[in-house]
């Protein structure tokens, strides 16, 4: 069956401009999960859904970015006004119900912020 | 502050032997532990977990160990393939939000003929 799916694989913007990244998550799965990873660091959570709601965004770097999800399936991370910092690679990963740890992860989407 | 450790960036293991990649953590509320796998260019795989009320976990060529009072684990690939070239995480689900994992910043194995 289809793994999880992002768009695009890669994003080279301005700084300044406003980005966004897609997530089609495995069939079925309720759970989404946003991480990024930075040059040189391990993955760093950033949001997830369960269902359309999103119980934690501790994660989110700024209030520059958000996300949201629809008809549970669906999500897009939004980042305004790019900064530098924001260079990484953005994964998502789903997962099923009672297996919450066993995330499966998309291919990433690279961004390049210039 | 880190909570999971993997203090060796690169590992260089010989096709045929063991490859034994660390991970340390340090909050002790920690139960249940991953490893994933990832390729240059793809997003990392579930490899294998293990519970904190086991000290071993066996799949195949792939064990980890886990030595609760060392806050230690490993992961232990015997035969090592070269296919096994990669970069492995481990990672903790976070004791105050448990959806949320905690990931290492990677081991980058290398398998040589």
């Known amino acids: 069956g289809a793994g999880v799916s992002q768009s695009p694989s890669n994003k080279v913007t301005e700084k300044g401009k406003d980005v966004e990244l897609r997530c089609d998550p495995i069939?079925?799965?309720?759970?989404l999960y946003w991480y990024r990873q930075s040059l040189g660091q391990g993955l760093e959570f950033l949001i997830y859904?369960?269902?359309?709601?999103?119980?934690?965004k501790s994660g989110l770097p700024s209030d520059r970015f958000s996300a949201e999800r629809t008809g549970g399936s669906v999500s897009t991370l939004t980042i305004q006004r790019t900064q530098q910092e924001d260079s990484a690679v953005y994964l998502c990963?789903?997962?099923?119900?009672?297996?919450?740890?066993?995330?499966?992860f998309g291919p990433g989407t690279r961004l390049t912020v210039t | 502050d880190q909570q999971v450790k993997q203090n060796s960036p690169s590992l260089s293991v010989q096709e045929g032997r063991i490859s034994i990649l660390n991970c340390d953590y340090t909050?002790?509320?920690?139960?249940?532990f991953l490893w994933y796998k990832k390729y240059p260019a793809e997003g990392p795989t579930f490899l294998i977990s293990?519970?904190?009320?086991?000290d071993k976990n066996e799949d195949g060529r792939f064990t980890v160990f886990l030595n609760k009072s060392a806050k230690h684990l490993s992961l232990h690939i015997v035969p090592s393939q070269p296919g096994d070239s990669a970069v492995y995480f481990c990672?903790?689900?976070?004791?105050?939000?448990?959806?949320?994992?905690?990931f290492g910043t990677g081991t980058r194995l290398q398998v040589f003929p």
């Open positions: 069939s079925g799965h309720t759970a």
């Open positions: 909050n002790s509320m920690f139960d249940y």
């Open positions: 859904f369960q269902g359309n709601s999103a119980p934690d």
């Open positions: 990672a903790a689900p976070d004791d105050y939000n448990t959806d949320k994992l905690i």
């Open positions: 293990i519970s904190s009320i086991k």
């Open positions: 990963a789903s997962s099923g119900i009672g297996r919450p740890y066993e995330q499966y």
